[in-house]
Nanobody, 116 residues
């Protein structure tokens, strides 16, 4: 069973920064796509950013210019640098990996809380 493990969530003030990490048990390039999603209680899980094995990135409009997705291939880590955080960024953030078949794998999530 492939398990992704997130870390880095915290409680911060508006305008501050956080960097989330996701440790993958497999080589980074074993995943066709890696990404970050977030979910607020009572709402659907939504895409934040994805990073394909090709290096192509996709960002939600709400985070463009503020968040950056990146990877450390030797350390098998996926990152999400979050700058200029806002209260509406408050959510549980999940790491997701898709190997090109099946439904993909998720981490258990890490809580990010932004207070004004």
């Amino acid at each position: 069973q492939v398990q992704l493990v997130e870390s880095g969530g915290d409680s911060v003030q508006v305008g501050e920064s956080l960097k989330l990490s996701c440790l993958t048990p497999l080589a980074i390039y074993a995943f066709k796509t890696l990404g970050w999603y977030r979910q607020v209680p009572g709402q659907q899980r939504e895409l934040v950013a994805t990073l394909a094995s090709t290096g192509d990135t996709v960002y939600a409009d709400s985070v463009k210019g503020r968040f950056t997705i990146s990877r450390d291939v030797p350390k098998k880590l996926l990152f999400l640098q979050m700058d200029n955080l806002r209260p509406d960024d408050t959510a549980v953030y999940y790491c997701y990996g898709f190997r090109g078949w099946g439904s993909g794998v998720w981490g258990r999530g890490t809580q990010v809380t932004v207070s004004s």
